[in-house]
C-alpha cells in the first residue's frame, strides 16, 4: 500500500478517535476502521491489478527477446554455413589445381624419362659401335 494511503487512513482514524464517546464512539469507530479497511483493500487490488499488468508486459518483452535472440542465432549459423561452403569450395579448386599441376608433372617426367632412356640406348650403341671400330683397327 502507497504511503499517501496509509497516512490518509491514519489521519481517518486518528479523528475518529476524538469524536469517541460510549457505544455511540464504538459504533462510529467501527465503521470508520470498516471504511479503512475498504479503503486498504482497494489499494491492495490495485497494486495487485498492477503488478499483474508489469508481469503480463516483462512476459511480452522476454518473447520478444526470446525471439531476436532465435532468429540472431539463424542467422549466425547461415552465415557460418555459408562462409563454411565457400572456403570449401576455394579448397576443393586448389586440391584439384594441385592434382592436376601433379599429373602434368608425372606425364612431363615420364614422357623425359622415356626420351633419356632413347637417347641413353643411342649413346651405348654408339659407344659399342666406336669400340668396335677402335678394335678392328
Do not use: P, W
Not at 491489478?49 to 539463424?74: C, F, G, K, M, W
Not at 594441385?98 to 637417347?119: G, K, R
Not at 654408339?126 to 677402335?134: E, F, H, N, V
Amino acid at each position: 500500500m502507497r504511503n499517501e494511503d496509509k497516512t490518509g487512513l491514519n489521519q481517518l482514524l486518528c479523528a475518529c478517535c476524538s469524536q469517541l464517546e460510549g457505544a455511540e464512539g464504538e459504533v462510529i469507530y467501527l465503521s470508520k476502521e470498516r471504511q479503512v479497511l475498504v479503503l486498504q483493500m482497494e489499494a491492495l487490488r490495485r497494486e495487485n491489478q498492477q503488478a499483474e499488468a508489469d508481469i503480463e508486459t516483462l512476459y511480452r518483452l522476454h518473447q520478444q527477446e526470446v525471439h531476436s535472440l532465435r532468429e540472431e542465432s539463424l542467422q549466425v549459423f547461415r552465415t557460418f554455413r555459408q562462409v563454411l561452403e565457400e572456403q570449401k569450395r576455394i579448397s576443393e579448386g586448389r586440391y584439384r589445381t594441385l592434382l592436376l599441376e601433379a599429373i602434368q608433372d608425372a606425364v612431363h617426367l615420364s614422357t623425359q624419362n622415356l626420351q633419356l632412356q632413347a637417347d641413353n640406348k643411342q649413346l651405348s650403341k654408339a659407344l659399342a659401335d666406336l669400340k668396335a671400330r677402335s678394335d678392328h683397327t
